[in-house]
């Protein structure tokens, strides 16, 4: 496990020079980030199993939304993004995880 997937994209040649298989252990796994290179890694089975990803643009959404309540002098809304685990399973050869209707915009 790893903070951040890019550590996995450096690690990928050193494996292979190693003689591992992209499939094989070490099982791999990112938190925090999901990247595009790890979900191409996961869905090709190149040395990452799965990733935490970031709701990128679901969190922009939510910056403006915390900045419209604050200038409005409302409460911050208390908005947490859920925890999502991609895998090759269920990426469905997506390239991020963005999913609808996460955001609480208020405008």
Same mark, same amino acid.
């Given at each position: ?39 191409? $890694? ?26 419209? $309540? ?38």
């Amino acid at each position: 496990m790893a903070i951040n997937d890019l550590y996995f994209a450096d690690a990928a040649p050193a494996l292979r020079a190693a003689g591992k298989q992209g499939g094989d252990a070490p099982f791999n796994i990112g938190a925090g980030d999901g990247d595009p290179s790890a979900f191409q $890694r996961i869905n090709s089975k190149g040395f990452q199993e799965a990733t935490v990803p970031e709701p990128l643009s679901a969190q922009g959404w939510q910056i403006i939304d915390e900045f419209n $309540r604050a200038f409005a002098g409302e409460p911050a809304s208390g908005y947490v993004a859920p925890v999502h685990i991609t895998t090759a399973a269920n990426s469905v050869g997506g390239s991020t995880w963005d999913p609808k209707g996460l955001a609480t915009v208020v405008l």
